[in-house]
Nanobody
Framework: QVQLVESGGGLAQAGGSLRLSCAAS????????MGWFRQAPGKEREFVSA????????FYADSVKGRFTISRANAKNTVYLQMNSLKPEDTAVYYC???????????????????WGQGTQVTVSS
């Protein structure tokens, strides 16, 4: 089981930026795809972004495309989510997730990811 620890959440004003980090334990980080999801109060967990093991492929939800950027540093066992032009509707708990069964991004459904972090709160004020 891999352990994932998110950091970097907090309070931002609309139009501002935050960068989330997710540190993974273990030696095989470079062999599996990673994703970011978010969950707002009263809503289901939703896909935000994902990146392949080699970082050659990235995917985004339409709601964040052009504003968020996912990246990873395999030497540091870390995946990042740079969030720019934040909106109040981006307010949610953000989770990173690992799909240890695949080097490529297989999909956007939470069930396709087998390991999850504890989440970090992002609050965007208007």
């Amino acid at each position: 089981q891999v352990q994932l620890v998110e950091s970097g959440g907090g309070l931002a004003q609309a139009g501002g930026s935050l960068r989330l980090s997710c540190a993974a334990s273990g030696r095989s980080f470079s062999t599996y795809a990673m994703g970011w999801f978010r969950q707002a109060p009263g809503k289901e967990r939703e896909f935000v972004s994902a990146i392949s093991a080699s970082a050659s492929s990235t995917f985004y939800a339409d709601s964040v495309k052009g504003r968020f950027t996912i990246s990873r540093a395999n030497a540091k066992n870390t995946v990042y989510l740079q969030m720019n032009s934040l909106k109040p509707e981006d307010t949610a708990v953000y989770y990173c997730a690992a799909d240890r069964t695949s080097r490529i991004v297989r999909g956007r459904a939470p069930y396709q990811y087998d390991s999850w972090g504890q989440g970090t709160q992002v609050t965007v004020s208007s």
